[in-house]
């Protein structure tokens, strides 16, 4: 033998070896859960921190802006909007495009799948097509048959799904398998440990790469058609959209929803959403951003639903059920401070069984799980808002930092490219699964429509489907606890992705059900020297206090006063009054606390001292027609309020209610429309409402912990 | 007579059965061509991540032909036809045919026509720069107090009441006013008179007596403004209208033909 074919067969014989060693390796790494030595981590990259700039090149006319208002503008939006290219949009039916539903928040009709057209009353200023992360693209890529990956076994139920004569009700069982059937992850096999995919998936730090069913180009090709869209229909001035995602995490065995929405500042961001297959605790996920944040791409990632997480939304331990630490608290806060409190798939502010004094707390709750089959309970604890807050301030009390002092926000999760906002005029959000009124259950099943939805939804695990009220059989599928919510609105100088960004970090934001009402939030120490009817009253209260979102830090024992102005949707219904939600941490006896007070009434009602209670100012709705009463209620509500009960020792958070009179729910127009009674179980009637971020109080200078903002916002100094 | 008709027949049957026996000759030959077996392999490549044997070759090209020959069974027993799915396939097929050829950018000439068709798409509105008083209607005879600060030519601004969005607007289009004073508002500023108090307009909020200051007329933007912004609109224009247009143009030569007394 030679020296040339020896060294042929030594190589040959290293090859194989090098192969196993580096299988070795990732196994130590994978699934032995071991640290292993770093030299051999320093061979992964990180394909998730690679940055992309989607920006185009601009197309809009270049006309003066108008000037930035210093007293800032409320602006109307929706950060949470699903289109084709979420797995489960497209299973549903739909087809719009991110391009339709800029196009629809613009103000232009676009078509629901079943035919009708969906149309804004007034179109929104800002918009983010946030399609879920993990498998982005993949469905569509399934269901059609040009592609490679179509071709296999597990993409076979999906060919030609939403072929035009197949975008019927009678689908909907077909479509609710094929959900489960991705929920339950049948098609994320991943290749034997041997392949060579399995290597690409360790090195580059994409584990998606691992498994049969997905395509990476694919993935990358929808996420940037879903980037170039935010960027084209972005109009300074005018509309802002911003690119985004859904990371759609869920707790390993209860399946707790743990889902956030990812927003970008910028027209740059990762060459793909980081994932649910890359990690399903969420501290991953801001770890992520952070790394981000270093490379310049700043982002907020915004929980929701957390009414459906199983009370795991706000633990008070973390995902790994380790105990909660002032750099958890830190982290979270740094990437976290917004929280969706409204949306379709019902409210999170606050439920009957957590605050049974606030009359007002049992309002669109939804209890089950989201994505549950067959649909299981909730437990409310842990999954809503107020008690966050005030589970915040403990775990302050007990040196853990506090890392649920998030502001508000409201949202669709719309997955039909259109929010539904308005309660007249409702298409709920799964497309064909609830896109009309028997299958939402807000009218009688006809008999054969019965027969099938009994059929299809034992099949899709969920043995009672229907109830027999008065009327008739109803579906009784959970679509009848959503309803038409919710919008995000910013107080920004001007209408730009950065102004409205910022807004967000800042957390001056307020959350509305769908209603344009706008509010403003001051608190501080010396607002009672502004006269509350002077036109300077807004620039006055930014100098002499703090708006929504903010700290208000002690000045001494002085108790703070607060200046409340809220306006009515111009096209809605009136004022009925306006509230404030205080809570509390008593120093004596470490326990958190919360109270509702009225502050200020329609028609020139005085609040009763004693209840802190408007009186009843009349209002009313006639259920057979939905009219409501004339010249009752308030165009605008403004006060100013000072604690009677306040402490100074005592860190407290405040935030406003605003709630108009009451008006229909979507289901009692559902049902006049086509001449039947509402349903007896249901509430007939909604009180719209508006939440502004809180202001929290700061008992002593020492005690504020500032949250490094990553060079978006000046920090604070405490004094 | 009656002989040569029989004649001729034969030969039509004859020439009938030579036909149907060349074509069905041509029909059962299986052409594979090497673009397609290479690009099967590549494919079968990008699966497995490796070449396949020889083995798995023929069984690629096995497989292959298996298809082919089921699907020429199944077209000679006419089962495509009234298949929704082949249709339906066949309809998405032509119309990303149609779309894609559309794709070369537009030329000037294209550009300046669809401005000129879609001028008021691309409209500047008219813009005011207003001061305004407020006279709340949550406060008794709004109107009245409204009528009486115009008519005292003494606009004392304490008798008006403060506007949740300030009492200043500049630059702003007849859809900003809408959305800040409710619909139908924007009427009031039809023909505006400027430097001039008018009054009182009702709004969803109130009363308001409005000073213009300002007022820029709407008008179109030069084309050159907004080029790239028309490239754009009108290749996102043309890919929509691709189907619908080539199904205007073919249609012609179809009849539809449908029972009118078809009970539903």
């Known amino acids: 033998m030679n020296v040339k074919s020896k060294k042929i067969i030594y190589l040959l014989l290293i090859l194989p070896v090098m192969y196993v060693g580096l299988l070795i390796i990732m196994d130590f790494d994978v699934n032995q859960k071991r640290p292993i030595l770093n030299i051999f981590k320093s061979l992964q990259s990180d394909s998730a921190l690679e940055v992309v700039d989607f920006s185009v090149e601009n197309t809009n006319l270049n006309t003066d802006l108008p000037k930035p208002n210093k007293d800032k503008n409320p602006y109307y939006g929706d950060l949470h909007v699903h289109t084709k290219y979420s797995f489960d949009a497209y299973v549903f039916g739909i087809t719009a495009t991110p391009d339709d539903a800029y196009r629809y928040a613009k103000g232009e009709g676009i078509k629901h799948p079943l035919g009708y057209e969906m149309k804004l009353r007034e179109p929104l200023d800002f918009y983010s097509v946030t399609d879920h992360g993990f498998y982005m693209g993949m469905i569509q890529a399934f269901s059609d048959t040009t592609t490679d990956i179509s071709k296999n076994d597990f993409a076979k139920p999906f060919h030609n799904l939403n072929r035009k004569e197949n975008l019927t009700v009678e689908s909907a069982g077909e479509r609710s398998d094929l959900f489960s059937s991705i929920i339950g992850a049948v098609i994320a096999e991943p290749f034997p440990n041997w392949h060579p995919r399995i290597i690409k998936a360790w090195l580059t730090k994409n584990t998606q790469q691992a498994l049969k069913s997905f395509d990476y180009d694919i993935h990358k090709s929808a996420w940037s058609d879903i980037a170039r869209s935010a960027n084209e229909h972005n109009d300074p001035g005018k509309f802002t959209t911003f690119i985004g995602y859904e990371f759609t995490t869920s707790t390993d065995i209860e399946g707790g929803n743990l889902h956030r929405n990812v927003i970008f500042n910028s027209s740059e961001a990762s060459i793909r959403p980081w994932t649910r297959i890359d990690s399903l605790n969420p501290e991953d996920l801001w770890t992520w951003q952070d790394a981000m944040r270093d490379k310049g791409v700043d982002t907020v990632s915004i929980p929701h639903n957390s009414n459906g997480s199983n009370g795991q939304m706000f633990e008070m331990e973390s995902f790994l059920g380790r105990a909660i630490d002032q750099n958890y608290s830190d982290k979270r806060m740094r990437n976290e401070p917004l929280v969706e409190i409204t949306q379709v798939k019902g409210t999170s502010e606050t439920h009957p069984l957590l605050s049974p004094d606030d009359n007002w707390a049992d309002f669109e709750i939804m209890d089950a799980r989201v994505g549950s089959r067959p649909p299981t309970y909730s437990r409310p604890s842990g999954g809503y808002v107020r008690e966050a807050y005030l589970n915040g301030l403990t775990l302050e009390f007990t040196q853990q930092g506090n890392p649920y002092k998030f502001g508000l926000i409201g949202s669709s999760d719309t997955h039909t490219g259109a929010g539904a906002f308005d309660e007249s005029n409702y298409w709920s959000k799964v497309g064909l699964l609830d896109g009309d009124a028997e299958n939402r259950g807000s009218v009688p099943l006809a008999p054969e429509n019965r027969e099938r939805l009994e059929e299809y939804m034992a099949a899709f695990n969920q043995p009672q489907s229907t109830i027999a009220l008065e009327q008739g059989d109803y579906a009784n599928t959970g679509f009848t606890q959503w309803g038409a919510s919710g919008l995000a609105v910013a107080w920004a100088e001007e209408n730009t992705r950065d102004s409205i960004f910022k807004a967000f970090k800042r957390k001056e934001t307020f959350a509305t059900t769908g209603s344009r009402i706008a509010v403003r939030f001051f608190g501080g120490f010396n607002l009672s020297s502004i006269d509350l009817n002077s036109e300077s009253l807004v620039s006055e209260a930014y100098k002499k206090g703090v708006t929504m979102g903010a700290d208000l830090i002690s000045d001494g024992e002085k108790s703070p006063e607060f200046i409340v102005w809220a306006q009515k949707d111009k096209n809605g219904a009136s004022l009925q009054r306006v509230q404030i939600i205080k809570g509390w941490m008593d120093t004596t006896s470490g326990r958190p606390s919360e109270k509702v007070f009225d502050v200020a009434c329609s028609d020139g009602l005085k609040v009763d001292p004693i209840t802190h209670r408007c009186p009843d100012n009349g209002a009313r709705v006639n259920i057979s027609d939905c009219s409501i009463s004339q010249n009752i209620g308030s165009t605008e509500l403004k006060t100013l309020w000072k604690d009677p009960e306040f402490k100074s020792s005592d860190k407290s958070f405040y935030y406003v209610r605003v709630l108009e009179n009451p008006t229909c729910r979507w289901s009692t127009w559902d049902a006049i429309k086509r001449g039947f009674k509402p349903r007896e179980d249901l509430h007939d009637t909604i009180q719209e409402r508006a939440w502004s971020s809180p202001i929290w109080y700061i008992p002593s200078p020492s005690d504020v912990v500032v949250v490094p903002l990553g060079g978006t916002l000046p920090i604070r100094t405490s004094n | ?264």
């Open chain 2, 1 to 264: 007579m009656k002989n040569k008709v029989f004649i001729y027949f034969i030969i039509g049957i004859l020439i009938y059965l030579v036909d149907i026996g060349l074509n069905s000759d041509e029909e059962k030959n299986i052409y594979i061509s090497d673009q397609e077996v290479i690009s099967l392999i590549n494919a079968w490549k990008s699966q497995v991540g490796r070449e396949p044997t020889d083995n798995e070759i023929s069984r690629i090209i096995n497989n292959l032909v298996q298809e082919e020959i089921l699907y020429r069974e199944a077209l000679s027993l006419g089962l495509e036809r009234e298949d929704k799915i082949i249709k339906r396939r066949l309809a998405q097929k032509i119309s990303f045919l149609k779309q894609e050829s559309l794709l070369k950018e537009p030329t000037k000439l294209e550009i300046s026509e669809f401005y000129k068709n879609n001028k008021d798409n691309y409209f500047i509105s008219d813009s005011f720069t207003f001061t305004h008083h407020f006279f709340s209607s949550d406060n008794i005879n709004s109107k009245e107090r409204a009528l009486n600060s115009l008519d005292k030519n003494n606009l004392s601004l304490s008798k008006s009441d403060p506007f949740f969005l300030g009492k200043n607007f500049a630059d702003i289009s007849l859809e900003e006013i809408n959305s800040n004073f409710g619909n139908e508002f924007s009427l009031y500023f039809k023909n505006p008179q400027i430097n001039e108090w008018i009054g009182p307009y009702k709004s969803s909020f109130g009363y308001h007596n409005l000073f213009i200051s300002n007022y820029t007329p709407g008008f179109y933007p030069n084309i050159n403004d907004i080029y790239k912004q028309l490239e754009v609109d009108l290749m996102q224009v043309n890919r929509d209208n691709a189907v619908s247009n080539f199904i205007k143009e073919v249609s012609s030569e179809y009849s539809v033909i449908i029972n009118p007394d078809l009970k539903i």
